[in-house]
């Protein structure tokens, strides 16, 4: 299923950050805490009912209540030390493969065991409170805010600088992430109401409306139209399109609400002649409110649209785009470089060599301080030339079935 969903945008090939496709990474990420949704949701129905039995066994005898207690501790204590002793022990690829069917064990023991006593659950740490409320968004936001490259490396604000770098990436990621749960509680209200009909009306437009944004996706790819500029086009049409569809099947909705609100609120306030005054105000705002305010947020959006595309070009064609094979033009700053006493291995290190010497990337990794390691400088982000490390694997895989000649020695320079 996940193969015919997403084969038609993914690919095996190989890429940075994904050697085996773009396809086999997000079927990795997607499966391996594939069960964590509905866990949670177990969880989230049965919290009422554990709050419940440990209140009715907290009103019997010490004794009756931890006996209750030691009995689920002891059961949950045993199938900890079953996954420690099991699961733990495997090797990554085989963890990876049981980790959505036993990875939740240590972390519903170690709730119960923490909530044991009233003592210990009236003390909590509100950072960990606020923490929480975002873990789904956290979770989701960080291949596209905190990581790039497929998650292989950090978003850079200021290069050479790499703490504080990903301090202030930190706080995009968290803050961003915060506004995007405030939007989700806010649109789920919107889009999925408590009226039964409504939810289940909402929930087919959405699944419609998902299922056309697809297709033209595909349209689009198909005819190799996935230049900036017509996928900008085709996302200010189609949200324009849509943004009329959601207000002309709801925009009577929200009239007739405004008008029981504003009703409610005269009936509190009982006075006739406001009532009068407020009756024929709206009526003339009612009559004003056609044009402008159907029109207006549908072109403020394709600015804001537009805007994003021109800065998200502006990012692609002077670097800002994820790594990937060096083109031809490269030959010539290949040479461009110098041998630097640095440490390689270290962040820190890295960052002084690329603020005092101006180099941006290293070609071995020498966890000694007073080696020389031959440092590329920096290329304008326009040539695309981004040298850097291999690592063992990506060299035999790049010069596999091909003869190699060493002319010179470098023994003097090393």
Not at 123 to 141: A, F, P, V
Not at 201 to 214: D, K, N, P
Not at 231 to 254: E, F, H, N, P, R
Request: aromatic letters at 12%; one cysteine or more.
């Amino acid at each position: 299923i996940f193969n015919l969903l997403h084969q038609l945008f993914l690919s095996d090939e190989s890429v940075e950050g994904a050697r085996m496709g773009t396809l086999w990474e997000w079927y990795f990420r997607s499966t391996l805490d594939h069960w964590s949704v509905l866990l949670g949701m177990v969880f989230a129905i049965n919290y009422p009912i554990t709050i419940l039995w440990f209140k009715k066994i907290e009103v019997r005898s010490i004794r009756r209540q931890w006996m209750g207690k030691m009995a689920v501790a002891f059961v949950m204590l045993y199938a900890l030390r079953t996954w420690v002793k099991g699961p733990l022990t495997y090797s990554k690829t085989q963890y990876n493969e049981t980790n959505p069917y036993f990875g939740f064990i240590p972390l519903v023991t170690y709730i119960f065991l923490r909530n044991l006593t009233p003592t210990m659950r009236s003390y909590s740490m509100e950072l960990l409170h606020e923490i929480g409320k975002t873990t789904l968004e956290t979770y989701l936001m960080q291949h596209h805010i905190w990581l790039s490259s497929n998650s292989k490396t950090v978003l850079t604000f200021i290069p050479g600088w790499p703490r504080i770098n990903l301090a202030l990436v930190t706080c995009v990621y968290v803050l961003l992430s915060r506004k995007m749960h405030n939007l989700t509680l806010l649109l789920r209200t919107i889009i999925l109401p408590d009226d039964r009909e409504a939810c289940i009306r909402s929930s087919v437009a959405m699944l419609v409306t998902i299922a056309g944004f697809y297709c033209t996706a595909f349209v689009v790819d198909e005819m190799d139209m996935t230049s900036l500029m017509s996928v900008g086009a085709v996302s200010i049409v189609c949200g324009t399109l849509l943004y009329q569809s959601v207000m002309d099947s709801t925009w009577a909705t929200y009239r007739k609400a405004v008008k029981a609100a504003k009703r409610k609120l005269e009936a509190d306030l009982g006075d006739s002649d406001d009532h009068i005054t407020t009756t024929s105000d709206s009526e003339v705002t009612e009559d004003k409110e056609t044009t402008i305010s159907r029109f207006c947020p549908p072109l403020i959006g394709a600015m804001v649209v537009l805007v994003l595309g021109l800065t998200w070009n502006g990012f692609a064609t002077t670097g800002a785009r994820s790594i990937g094979p060096l083109p031809s033009t490269c030959d010539a700053f290949v040479n461009n470089g110098s041998w630097i006493p640095f440490d390689g291995c270290n962040e820190a290190s890295r960052g002084m060599a690329y603020r005092e010497n101006q180099v941006s990337s290293y070609g071995m990794c020498l966890p000694h301080g007073n080696s020389h390691i031959w440092a590329w400088e920096k290329q304008a982000s326009h040539t695309h030339c981004r040298f850097g490390h291999r690592d063992e694997t990506q060299v035999k895989k790049v010069l596999n079935k091909r003869r190699v000649i060493f002319i010179g020695d470098s023994m003097t320079r090393n």
